[in-house]
């Protein structure tokens, strides 16, 4: 069964660092990652969705890279804003599944 | 636009009458599902729909029912609601099988008292 996990589960920074959120997966054989963000109270955004065959992703301040062969998906995010506070997750569709597998989310605050 | 849509969006409810859930997407997707999103459990899978008439029971359907009569609606119907119910769902949908890039509605939080 494919666990998905992500480090740190919250994490708060001065406005303007760059940032890197993690998240591990088991099982390999993946056919794609995507990364959400989700505000309090609201349901959850797509930030970016990783095909299995590409190495990274972007958009705008945001960049997802993925590593099959380790397990593992980072997401940075450039000179972070408070308005960059909210919970992370990342969704991983296994091997032979259609349907994502979440991890639990990173909560990031990010102070002025 | 298109959207997924869930309503209503907070719901109290007693425990052993029966409620449901509506989700309505506008972009044609085959894919839909239901979650429930809890503190230390994170999102879990309740049923799933890959089409009218399809459904299929997720990791913690117990309790739970769903039908899927057209493309754009997954209503969730809780038989006998439990006070273990109380929690915030989630509506998603993807294209198809292929194309699993998956969309949210904005939440139900339901409270069973």
């Known amino acids: 069964k494919q666990e998905v996990t992500q480090i740190p589960a919250a994490l708060s920074v001065p406005e303007g660092e760059n940032l890197v959120l993690n998240c591990s997966f088991t099982?390999?054989?993946?056919?794609?990652l995507q990364w959400f963000r989700q505000d309090p109270g609201k349901g959850l955004t797509s930030l970016l969705l990783i095909q299995s065959s590409q190495r990274e992703q972007t958009s705008g301040r945001l960049n997802a890279s993925l590593d099959k062969s380790s397990g593992r998906s980072t997401l940075y995010i450039a000179a972070s804003q408070p308005g960059d506070s909210a919970t992370y997750l990342c969704?991983?569709?296994?091997?032979?599944?259609?349907?994502?597998?979440f991890g639990r989310g990173t909560s990031l605050i990010v102070h002025p | 636009d298109a959207e997924i849509t869930q309503s209503p969006r907070h719901k109290i409810t007693e425990t052993g009458r029966q409620v449901t859930l509506a989700c309505h997407q506008t972009?044609?997707?085959?894919?839909m599902f239901w979650y429930r999103q809890d503190l230390g459990h994170g999102l879990r899978l309740i049923h799933y729909?890959?089409?009218?008439?399809?459904?299929n029971k997720g990791e913690v359907s117990d309790g739970y029912s769903v039908s899927r009569s057209n493309t754009e609606d997954l209503p969730l119907t809780l038989e006998s609601a439990a006070s273990s119910q109380t929690s915030v769902y989630f509506c998603?949908?993807?294209?198809?099988?292929?194309?699993?890039?998956?969309?949210f509605g904005q939440g139900t939080r339901l409270t069973v008292v």
């Open positions: 099982d390999s054989a993946i056919y794609n």
């Open positions: 969704a991983v569709r296994p091997g032979g599944s259609y349907i994502p597998t």
């Open positions: 998603a949908s993807s294209v198809d099988r292929e194309n699993t890039e998956a969309f």
């Open positions: 729909s890959y089409g009218v008439q399809d459904t």
């Open positions: 972009w044609n997707h085959n894919n």
